[in-house]
């Protein structure tokens, strides 16, 4: 556990993990297979990232999108985690010196397409690799029930066979229990595979709806964040284009995104609000899953989203770092309309039942009174605990919902049911209700039925939400494998038998204007609102000179911090979250000047003290592992380190710590072939002064050029053998 914490703090700089994160990794170090069902936002990447440097070999990342692993990748470079990928962006040297590294011990995560990870010349490079981990992303692309199904994930189960003895962990943040268990089928994981599910509440996520009335509503919310990152979803291409140019006219650097622009613009505009060059991207949902963008500060629907796990989808591209953001969904019974058409115009009946349902369901979360972090939770079958999240619309205010009596009108619709036998969807059973004379139903005689027009005097969206609502309610279910035909629950007989009342809840017309803050929203002073400013301008050009986004470099989350906090020092500087010790060490004399010059220029202003340091390299004894034995030995043979790594194939860096460990265990004695006397003198008089926990102070006090790391170690871990 120790070594799990070290190694999270030094590559990643936090000290704790986040729910079920520790869990997760122990068992895939220990060698299970795991299913991994966490929010975006929620950390799963780590939960193979971290496994992937503490196991020997490689570790291959199944990720669908080029530009999610060229992103993933940048940012695990950043923070000095051996990681690279191959794809069709390469040329042919370029792949084969990365294949090349990887069979060399010098890449400890792969990233790969499903295409290109079944190729011949692939799996060949993996039977020469020494496979520990398969990770498997985005794993809802594997079932057919998912709403990004794709037909080359489903190949992935033939690596069960080719490679049965390594673990395979597979993630998602959007599944209901059907995608759950499809996944686990499709991938042979087994009964004995580790099921993990995280809950999907996104605390820092403010959700409301609005009726949509106009563009107005856009304005009101991205005139709430300068500056910052959003997207804006819409329905169709033409929409995307039209809402940009808007956004331009009003001065916000905005463009469009859609599938019927070429390859070579999509990319440029992805790119450009990755690097914060355009702060709003308007966008059909061929944008978003390929985004590891963690300063989204908001995301706008302005057509109603295709289904529940979609809106999930897409709303959690906000706020992956933790800090408050806003989801507004803009809902009209047009839009309603307009994908009503689509799904009429499908052939087939079981894809358009399916479809049909989805709607629905996504219509009656639109309209309701309730929480919509309830409502929302419990599509993936979590319940929320709180009957008041504080972040929602509805709880924020409630006097924008009321409560009725629905109960006549669910007898009605209940009784309605039965008569047709409960062998009718939502829609037929409404045609009946309004006295329809379609042909279907009087072919069927259901014009004769007693229920038959009895309803014509409310209008179709009326009856159509309360269907949906009694389902969410369990008056009725809807049969999903029976073409979404309903039926009456014992609680719908209890109606029918006056027995109950049904008492619902649903937001009022029309809907306030404006959104919400988001609750626990960290407020920086004005002070500090312009030291974050000049934080996020040297991060944009550190970014720029590395060819990659800025949150790549640090995260909003971390440079909020430092404007609080104003650290001086490096050590001051690794007690930010997010900032580990490659990083510290690569871009932190940058920052740590401009904060100093601007606390010289703003006497009084002091932030946030710091006092206890953090052991980022922590000191720990435990058992000498055979591979650091094997080097131990060839070192007191006469064998140099590098010599050393050469004989066995090993890095330069893993042969160093090897000898460290050697020396703190006693098989290495002699360690005047590593350190002079004279500057072991000076080493260990450095560690008298300012204790054996940290590295850091002890290189700052002699010089990074006058002694090297595995100098202080072997220093270090002789002090400790014979203290």
Known sequence: MNNLRATLQHYFGYSEFRPLQEEIISGVVAGDNSFVLMPTGGGKSLCYQLPALLLPGLTVVVS???????????????????????????????????????????????????????????????????????????????????????????NLSTLRDRYPNVPVIAMTATANQRVRADILEQLRLGNNAKTYVASFDRPNLNISVQHKSGVSQIFDLVNRFPGESGIIYCMSRAATEKLAERLERQGYRALPYHAGLNRESRTKHQEMFERDEVDVICATIAFGMGIDKSNVRYVIHYNLPKNMMSYYQEIGRAGRDGLPSDCLLLYSSGDRSKVLHFITEMVDPQERAVALSSLDEITAYAESGKCRRKVLLSHFGEDYPEENCGACDNCLNPSLSEFFDATTMAQKLLSCVVRLKESFGISYTIDVLRGSE?????????????????????????????????????????????????????????????????????????????????????????????????LRSLRKRTADRQNVPPYVIFGDKTLQ????????????????????????????????????????????????????????????????????????????????????????????????????????????????????????????????????????????????ENVTWLELKVVRGRMLRLR
């Open 64 to 154: 669908p999108l080029i530009a999610l692993m060229k992103d993933q990748v940048d940012a695990l470079q950043a923070a000095g985690v051996p990681a690279t990928f191959i794809n069709s962006s390469l040329d042919y040297s370029e792949i084969e010196q990365r294949k090349s590294d990887a069979l060399q011990g010098k890449i400890k995560l792969l990233y790969l397409a499903p295409e290109r990870l079944l190729l011949p010349a692939t799996l060949d490079l993996l039977d020469r690799a020494t496979l520990s981990l398969i990770a498997v992303d985005e794993a809802h692309c594997i079932s057919e029930w998912g709403h990004d199904f794709r037909v080359d994930y489903r």
């Open 438 to 534: 379609a042909t279907k139903i009087i072919g069927n005689r259901h014009h004769l039925l007693p229920t038959w027009g009895v309803g014509k005097d409310q209008p179709t969206t009326e009856w159509r939400w309360l269907a949906t609502a009694l389902v969410s309610e369990g008056y009725l279910r809807q049969r999903i494998e029976a073409f979404n035909t309903l039926s009456v629950t014992e609680k719908g007989w209890e109606v029918l038998r006056n027995e109950r009342s049904v008492e619902l809840q649903r937001t009022r017309r029309p809907e306030k204007k404006g959104n919400q803050k988001a609750k626990g929203k960290e407020v920086l002073s004005e002070t500090e609102q312009i030291l974050f400013g000049q």
């Open 561 to 704: 911090e430092m404007a609080q906090r104003m650290p001086l020092n490096h050590d001051d500087l690794l007690q930010i979250s997010g900032v580990g010790d490659v990083k510290a060490n690569r871009y932190g004399r940058a920052f740590l000047e401009l904060v100093g010059r601007f606390v010289e220029e703003n006497p009084g202003v002091k932030g946030t003290q710091i006092t206890t340091p953090s052991p980022r390299i922590t000191v720990e004894v435990g058992e000498l592992s055979e591979s650091a034995e094997i080097t131990g030995e060839l070192f007191n043979r006469g064998l140099s380190p590098e010599e050393i790594a050469a004989e066995r194939d090993i890095t330069l860096r893993t042969i160093e710590d090897h000898i460290s460990d050697a020396v703190l265990h006693g098989l290495i004695q002699d360690i005047d072939r590593i350190v002079p006397n004279e500057k072991a003198r000076q080493i260990q008089g450095a560690f008298l002064k300012h204790g054996l926990e940290y590295l850091r102070p002890v290189m700052d006090t002699i010089g990074e």
